[in-house]
């Protein structure tokens, strides 16, 4: 019996045992559960990166973008014409003119025509006034002219009356009749810097209304060739042949110029043209209107040359600036006045002469009847002079 018991109690301890490892084997079953199985499975949503956070999108350079002329342009075309004049030209002689074998055969015929024979000039014109002033430049309208048609930019063609000319500045002041009409108004080209943005609006080549766009490239040039007076604006903005006489305008939609000339060794565009500028134009017009010519000072019975490197140097100049007296007549006022020959003109009412042109200018400028104050150079000394400013010979 008690081997028995013996014999049970280590069963019973093994039972106990093994249920013990069921239980905790179990409950480790049961809490792993619990931990990965609360529900349905769900997937881990990715994270959203914040605005902030968020890389910006790849840069896009902007366009390059010019000045805006549109409207300018829009406006300014509208005080522009078309002009074509007629002229008579004069042929020049035959050289058979005088020769008796040919006038006995052709009985004093000639074998080359009229005489004369009609020309047509083509340009542009400005118009600066509601009632039908135009501006345009002398070339255009030429000396023996006929006939002068004006083509308005509404298509309507005008006849033209000839007020004055100024073959000095290449200046022309036409009149139409026609009421109401669009004008560029005036603006200062005395304030115009290199650099500043200008269209040039014409017809070159027939082509009315062409609007073309440059800069300022220079003001002030003289001894172009194109005119006695020259103070010119030079521009890039494309001036072809028939742009003549046609408008400058400056950014706020002014006139600063009338355009004249361009230097080409082709007869086109090759971005260096020439404007008489619009305080010249303008003084030019009012004397037009006012005498029916322009009247200008000039010190009279002198003659003014270029200061040459040989005459520089003869008499002491430190450059070649300047204008030299070459001639002058006793009786005149200069001489009375202490002027000599040999004098280098070097100022004129405290403005610089570099040129005679300068001095033209100048002299020109002032109002007929003052004294201008000549600065010059004698023996290598500087002395001021003061001269009578009288008018040009034919005007009142």
Request: glycine share 12%; proline share 7%; net charge neutral.
């Given at each position: ?125 400005v118009i600066i006034s509601a009632d039908g002033y135009v ?219 570099i040129t005679p042109a300068d001095l033209y ?36």
């Amino acid at each position: 019996m008690s081997r028995n018991r013996q014999l049970l109690l280590p069963l019973v301890l093994l039972v106990a045992g093994f249920s013990a490892g069921l239980v905790l084997s179990g409950r480790m079953r049961l809490t792993t559960d619990s931990i990965a199985e609360p529900g349905p499975v769900q997937p881990t949503p990715r994270p959203v990166p914040s605005p902030a956070a968020a890389s910006p999108p790849p840069a896009v350079a902007s366009p390059v973008v010019g000045p805006d002329f549109t409207q300018i342009a829009g406006q300014a075309v509208k005080g522009v014409a078309n002009i074509s004049s007629q002229q008579v030209v004069a042929r020049s002689r035959s050289p058979y003119d005088d020769d008796p074998f040919f006038s006995y055969f052709f009985g004093g015929q000639d074998l080359f025509g009229p005489r004369t024979r009609r020309s047509l000039s083509l340009g542009s014109g400005v118009i600066i006034s509601a009632d039908g002033y135009v501006v345009t430049n002398n070339h255009v309208v030429g000396e023996n002219m006929r006939e002068i048609l004006v083509a308005l930019p509404d298509k309507r063609e005008v006849r033209g009356k000839l007020i004055g000319t100024d073959p000095a500045t290449d200046i022309a002041l036409l009149k139409i009749e026609a009421s109401g009409l669009a004008k560029v108004p005036w603006g200062d080209s005395s304030t115009l810097k290199v650099g500043e943005w200008v269209l040039a609006i014409g017809s070159p080549f027939q082509l009315s209304q062409t609007v073309t766009a440059g800069i300022i490239s220079a003001t002030g040039r003289a001894n172009m060739g194109f005119a006695e007076y020259e103070d010119f604006i030079q521009t890039d903005a494309a001036i072809n042949p028939g742009n003549s006489g046609g408008a400058l305008i400056n950014g706020r939609g002014e006139l600063v110029g009338i355009n004249t000339g361009i230097f080409s060794q082709s007869g086109g565009y090759q971005g260096i043209g020439f404007a008489v500028p619009s305080n010249l134009a303008k003084h030019v017009i009012d004397d037009l209107m006012k005498y029916g010519s322009v009247r200008r000072g000039r010190i009279a019975d002198v003659t003014f040359e270029p200061l040459t490197e040989r005459y520089a140097a003869e008499l002491g100049a430190p450059s070649t600036n300047g204008a030299l007296v070459t001639s002058m007549q006793r009786r005149s006022a200069a001489y009375e006045a202490g002027l000599r020959p040999g004098d280098i003109v070097v100022g004129v009412n405290g403005q610089s002469v570099i040129t005679p042109a300068d001095l033209y200018r100048h002299i020109a400028d002032a109002k007929i009847g003052t004294v201008g104050t000549l600065k010059i150079l004698r023996e290598r000394r500087a002395v001021e002079i003061r001269v009578p400013i009288t008018a040009e010979a034919g005007t009142r």
